[in-house]
């Protein structure tokens, strides 16, 4: 590919649009990788029979907080298949309420949500298409159940454009990190040489953080391919998982070739994380498993506004609840919806989340002496009601 | 396929007759995973096994001179021994000085954290007077209740006291040896905590967050602390009033070597201890 001048879109190349490097080139396997093949086609299937039913990945995907139709989850073993473009497996495309689900073996799987405008096959992403590399993969599913996995999801703004440096000894890789389209600032831009430690180990080079502009400028780079990404911890802190409010990027078409007397320019579009708006949305659907009944004060009026909410683990304190209502309706009614059957603490109270303050309605399920109930797959329990005071009152 | 709550009503029935599996005066009460659905009053030796409930409306009476064992049983493999006794109802545990109540562990060799907690749990006007509470992970935890903790030992517990949302009024306790004294998460509730003695705690008093002037902290003799008298936790944003307390030193360099807040770590809130006392407070402990 040949430089051309200052700004001016040159080669305009998307990797992979010519064919994918070497490393990821889907030919065929060399004759003493066969047996390996083997060997994880037989873990494969070994672990396909030994999982219960029920098991996968579900979530929605977002965009500045709105749900995405049409985006389909790809699920891979390795990264080197992310790269490959040769997934296990590919969801149905999103529906109306932006929610996807796949069932898959236990195991650990690197997600993906693309939208490509090519279709569903995966492949290699043009201009204008939508694409989320989740941060926390590989995720490990746990058996018995769908993990949730909410992507927010960035769209390929520009491609990527070199141009001639006078440095002939190395090369620059510079940009724009934007979110919602708009320049971000205090975001570390960085650079990995390998995929290997899944990017959470030292970067090769990390950018300061951005300034107003978002603008981020390695130079003096060895020529290589580098993998690009980007966090900005919404604490400050810059380890353990990511959390809300933190932002996140994998750029779209990584790895990114940088050459000696050239700059490499891209518009690096990141994310901010949302996972629990798309673990809310998963907790209303429908499974065909619930538990209702009414909240009611002590003088039996209903209680509007407040939740129920379903613990698996009796002390019910000290964590979220697994499972929430939406806040109850003004005749008190509530439903709880249970990805599968089991026994639950149940309790309710006016917020989610924290511990209840002063005032607040608090009630557990007084049934049973535990506040449990127990109740098996495809089961309906109603009549689970609810006496609430408020707290110190 | 639909279940009326029929079937969880008859489990609560059958949950009823797990009462006490002896009653004798002469012998130990014993209950193993047990639910108390009326008015009990405790005296003698009571064996707990596992998490025993007093359920609401229901007041369990502990006489004086009674003494609780917590047997050993760790089903989770967390390391803290199950046993747990759980008030929802309301809690009379009223000793006398000579005749202390003891919650503790029923090894032969006891450890901290044999057994998890006595907790109240949404009680009103829980009395707690004259016990003693060792070896335990928590001695009490109360939580949004109103209550009265007064001159009783902690000692040789993970934590001695710990409560949230709770008006909790905790006078002239000896608070010893423990790791944390007091860990507290008011979120505005009224406490009162003073004329108590703290000494050879890790840390006296650990605010974990969301506590503020709601909570009336004077004339306490904090002593001996191997950690931090003072160590708010990373979500302790909030300033709190410690003055009028004595820190075992009139040097304000000392006594705040001793607290690890806002000083130490921007995002935290202060500890306020100016003034504080000059010498250590008369009948604190207990009386």
């Given at each position: 590919m ?11 190349v ?6 994918a490097?070497?490393?990821f ?8 990788a ?22 996968g990945?579900?979530?929605i ?6 749900v ?13 298949d992310v790269?490959a ?18 069932d898959?073996?236990?195991g ?10 090519a ?12 694409f989320?590399y989740?941060g ?30 006078p440095?002939?000894a ?9 979110l919602k ?34 603008m ?11 993998y690009?990404l ?5 604490t ?22 940088v ?9 690096f ?6 996972g629990?708006?798309g ?8 499974t065909?498993?619930?538990?209702t ?25 000290n964590?979220r ?7 109850v ?7 709880i919806?249970l ?6 603490f ?15 309605w608090?009630g557990?399920y007084?049934?049973?002496?535990d506040?449990?109930?127990r ?13 609430v ?5 | ?15 009823v ?12 009460l014993r209950?193993?995973h ?8 405790w ?5 707990l ?15 004086p ?16 021994g ?5 008030v929802e ?22 450890r ?33 209740s109103?209550?009265?903790i007064r ?29 944390y ?5 008011a ?8 004329k ?9 008093f ?6 503020w ?8 003799n ?11 936790g990373?979500?302790q ?10 820190w ?8 705040a070597?001793?607290i ?23 009948g604190?402990?207990?009386?």
């Open positions: 040949r430089p051309i001048a200052r700004w001016v879109v040159a080669a305009m998307l990797w992979g649009v010519f064919g490097p070497g490393a080139s889907l030919g065929a396997e060399p004759p003493e066969a047996g390996e093949a083997e060997k994880a086609r037989r873990l494969d299937e070994k672990m396909a029979a030994e999982t219960p039913p029920g098991t990945f579900e979530g995907v977002v965009r500045e907080g709105e995405i139709v049409g985006a389909r989850v790809y699920a891979y073993r390795t990264f080197a790269m473009h040769r997934p296990v497996t590919v969801s149905a495309p999103t529906i109306e309420d932006g929610s996807w689900k796949l898959l073996p236990r650990k799987y690197f997600l993906l949500a693309k939208r490509r405008k279709g569903a096959k995966d492949g290699p992403l043009a201009v204008g298409d939508d989320a989740h926390s993969n590989p995720i490990t599913i746990a058996p018995g159940k769908y993990t949730h996995v909410g992507f927010s999801i960035a769209t390929l703004e520009s491609e990527t454009a070199y141009e001639e440096i440095d002939k190395s090369g620059v890789l510079a940009g724009v990190v934007t389209g708009k320049p971000v600032e205090g975001v570390n831009v960085l650079l990995y040489l390998e995929d290997t430690h899944d990017f959470r180990g030292m970067a090769f080079s990390s950018s300061p953080p951005t300034r107003a502009d978002g981020f400028r390695f130079d003096f780079l060895p020529a290589a391919d580098y690009v980007a966090r900005k911890r919404a400050g802190k810059g380890a353990g998982p990511l959390a809300d409010g933190d932002i996140f990027g994998f750029y779209v078409v990584n790895p990114v070739p050459k000696a007397g050239s700059a490499t320019r891209i518009r579009g990141v994310i901010s994380k949302a629990e708006i673990k809310e949305d998963s907790l209303f659907r429908d065909g498993t619930y538990v009944g009414k909240i009611l004060d002590r003088d039996g009026k209903p209680v509007k506004g407040v939740y129920a909410f379903a613990y698996t683990d009796k002390s019910m304190a964590r609840p697994d499972h929430i209502s939406r806040p309706d003004a005749a008190g009614r509530y439903v919806h990805p599968q059957g089991g026994k639950y149940i309790g309710t109270r006016s917020e989610y989340g924290d511990t209840p303050g002063p005032g607040e608090y557990r007084e049934g049973t002496p506040h449990s109930v109740l098996t797959t495809g089961i309906v329990l109603e009549k689970i009601d609810m006496v005071e408020r707290i110190l009152r | 396929m639909r279940i009326r709550s029929f079937f969880g009503q008859a489990l609560f029935l059958s949950c007759l797990a009462v006490p599996s002896s009653s004798h005066a002469d012998r130990p209950y193993d047990g639910y108390i659905t009326q008015d009990t009053t005296s003698g030796t009571v064996i096994r596992g998490q025993t409930v007093v359920k609401r409306g229901c007041t369990l009476t502990i006489l001179g009674t003494v609780v064992k917590f047997e050993w049983v760790d089903e989770d493999g967390d390391e803290i199950d046993g747990e006794l759980t109802g309301r809690l009379v545990a009223r000793g006398t000085k000579e005749r202390f109540i003891t919650f503790t562990s029923a090894r032969e060799n006891p901290m954290k044999d057994w998890t907690f006595v907790q109240i749990s949404v009680n009103k006007d829980a009395v707690v007077e004259y016990c003693r509470f060792e070896y335990g992970f928590t001695g009490v935890q109360v939580h949004y109103t209550a009265t001159n009783c030992l902690f000692r040789n517990n993970f934590e001695g006291i710990r409560f949230s949302t709770t008006d909790v009024r905790i006078e002239n306790n000896d608070i010893v040896d423990n790791y004294g007091i860990r507290c998460e979120h505005g509730s009224r406490t009162v905590i003073t108590n003695r703290f000494s050879g705690n890790e840390f006296a650990f605010p974990v967050q969301r506590n002037d709601s909570v009336t902290i004077h004339e306490n904090f002593e001996g602390s191997t950690g931090y008298d003072v160590k708010f990373i979500n944003k909030q300033d709190m009033d410690f003055t009028k307390n004595w075992g030193t009139s040097d304000p360099r000392e006594i070597a001793k690890y807040d806002g000083e130490r770590e921007a995002t935290l809130g202060r500890v306020r201890f100016v003034p504080f006392l000059a010498e250590r407070v008369e604190c402990g207990i009386r």
